[in-house]
């Protein structure tokens, strides 16, 4: 983390859940007062069903750590408004975004904020690589151009999909070989597993053409987004950190041309009202 932050990185998303609920104490007590910028992600449901962690309390009940961004999944829209509403108030927040939340939700959020005088979310944080395109090129632009609402995205190589280890099957020590991460193992062996590998290795052959290596590609891929106000990344060791930062070199290389011969790669760019305008 001081290795990130003393390469520009000022913002490090954390949340209740990560390390089984022991990071967010870790991250924040010895050194909240180190870094400008911190995301504290609530877990409270990914549906509108009993929240998962703290079944008891509600979103004002359970406020978050002093944060300058803040973000909750969906519980109850106009309640959720309201806490974040009440921890920017009460000086804990600066901001407050939205974390897998649909298009829906985030507009009925910006209304219930508009009509009762409260703050509405900034940001959305939304999963977004060269596999999952739709719901930041499409409908995130749209939200933006109605309501200024930006994207923060994560997972920029796909749960390692990206990294190009996988592309010989799953090796040991992988994430995809952990426990728990069957569902991970059984999607890169799958036949649209089979094919985005293939996929990949024509990639591959564009980051060698530029100097650089596939995650460094595909993450200079998320950057070049101009909706992509932050791409959040998942380095474990300082090797991947300084490899990933690497990227920034990469975004200037991204020409017109290469982004089309990726996109005819990939073969899944989304289709959009700015397309069909143009």
């Not at 806490?83 to 927040?93: D, E, F, P, R, Y």
Request: with cysteine; hydrophobic share 40%.
């Amino acid at each position: 983390m001081t290795l990130a932050y003393e390469n520009g990185i000022n913002l490090f998303d954390t949340a209740e859940v990560y390390a089984a609920g022991k990071f967010c104490p870790i991250l924040f007590l010895p050194i909240s007062y180190y870094f400008r910028i911190l995301a504290a992600s609530f877990y409270y449901s990914i549906s509108h069903a009993t929240p998962v962690t703290f079944p008891s309390l509600s979103p004002r009940q359970h406020l978050p750590c002093p944060a300058h961004i803040v973000m909750s999944l969906p519980f109850a829209v106009a309640e959720t408004v309201r806490a974040m509403t009440h921890v920017i108030n009460q000086g804990m927040a600066m901001y407050w975004g939205t974390s897998r939340w649909s298009p829906m939700e985030i507009m009925e959020a910006y209304s219930v904020a508009r009509q009762f005088n409260q703050i509405p979310p900034i940001c959305e944080q939304a999963e977004y690589h060269m596999f999952q395109r739709e719901k930041v090129e499409v409908q995130l632009p749209e939200l933006f151009h109605k309501i200024g609402v930006g994207a923060m995205t994560w997972s920029p190589l796909a749960c390692g999909i990206i990294s190009g280890k996988y592309d010989s099957g799953v090796p040991p020590y992988s994430r995809a070989s952990l426990k728990g991460y069957q569902w991970l193992k059984d999607k890169i062996l799958s036949e649209e597993g089979r094919r985005q590998q293939a996929k990949l290795k024509e990639l591959q052959a564009i980051a060698e053409r530029l100097g650089c290596t596939l995650p460094q590609l595909a993450i200079a891929w998320c950057l070049r987004n101009e909706g992509v106000s932050s791409v959040l990344l998942g380095a474990s060791n300082t090797d991947q950190l300084m490899e990933n930062i690497g990227a920034i070199q990469v975004l200037p290389k991204l020409s017109s041309s290469i982004v089309h011969e990726v996109d005819s790669i990939l073969g899944n760019k989304p289709y959009s009202k700015k397309d069909y305008r143009s």
